[in-house]
Antibody
Framework: EVQLVESGGGLVQPGGSLRLSCAAS????????MNWARQAPGKGPEWVVN????????YYVNSVKGRFTVSRDNAKSSLHLQMNSLRAEDTAVYYC??????????????WGQGTLVTVSS | DIQMTQSTPSVSASVGDRVDISCRAS??????VVWYQQKAGKGPKLLIY???TLQTGVPSRFSGSGSGTDFTLTISSLQSEDFATYYC?????????FGQGTKVEI
């Protein structure tokens, strides 16, 4: 069973930094694209970043470019998100998401339970 | 970015009802649509991918249809555990984008 467990969330002041982690188990981590998504209170989800299996392709949503950095460690089945220059609008539950492409070519995503990040003074 | 629109924010229904939830893409996305169910305090749960393929373990009362720009999630006979918010998402190009959600409530 695919399991994704996020950690590292908390309260941080505007302009501060936070590092999120995701521990993966139950599947071959190195064969999955990995992502971070977020959901602000009362809003729908928003994709934040995708990273390819080998880390060779990374896509960020415009609102976090230059501030957030994703990384993965395939040997440890872990995913990380370094968040700098945090803003109030970054307040959200952050989800670790993994997906593979099934035989027809379509992605099949799995989500963790999320970790809350609150940016406030 | 591709916009996904769920024009109905909420639907009132009763146990046993058929419920259709619609989603429209701002451009042709073929069958690159995923549907999720989300309950309070939980992460989204995958229901359907590739517009109409039921994820393993999801009850057969859920089904998906459509291609191109118009998509529908159907619950054939609503059960009490189905009261939740449903989101569509396009998976054809980054950044993947979501609809605003449709809440199914009593």
């Amino acid at each position: 069973e695919v399991q994704l467990v996020e950690s590292g969330g908390g309260l941080v002041q505007p302009g501060g930094s936070l590092r999120l982690s995701c521990a993966a188990s139950g599947f071959s981590f190195s064969t999955f694209w990995m992502n971070w998504a977020r959901q602000a209170p009362g809003k729908g989800p928003e994709w934040v970043v995708n990273i390819r299996q080998d880390g060779g392709e990374i896509y960020y949503v415009n609102s976090v470019k230059g501030r957030f950095t994703v990384s993965r460690d395939n040997a440890k089945s872990s995913l990380h998100l370094q968040m700098n220059s945090l803003r109030a609008e970054d307040t959200a539950v952050y989800y670790c998401v993994g997906y593979y492409y099934e035989t027809s070519g379509y992605p099949v995503p799995y989500w963790g339970q999320g970790t809350l990040v609150t940016v406030s003074s | 970015d591709i916009q996904m629109t769920q024009s109905t924010p909420s639907v009132s229904a009763s146990v046993g009802d058929r419920v259709d939830i619609s989603c429209r893409a701002s451009q042709d996305i073929g069958s690159w649509v995923v549907w999720y169910q989300q309950k309070a305090g939980k992460g989204p749960k995958l229901l359907i991918y590739a517009a109409s393929t039921l994820q393993t373990g999801v009850p057969s009362r859920f089904s998906g249809s459509g291609s191109g720009t118009d998509f529908t999630l159907t619950i054939s006979s609503l059960q009490s555990e189905d009261f939740a918010t449903y989101y569509c998402q396009q998976a054809i190009s980054f950044p993947w984008t979501f609809g605003q959600g449709t809440k199914v409530e009593i």
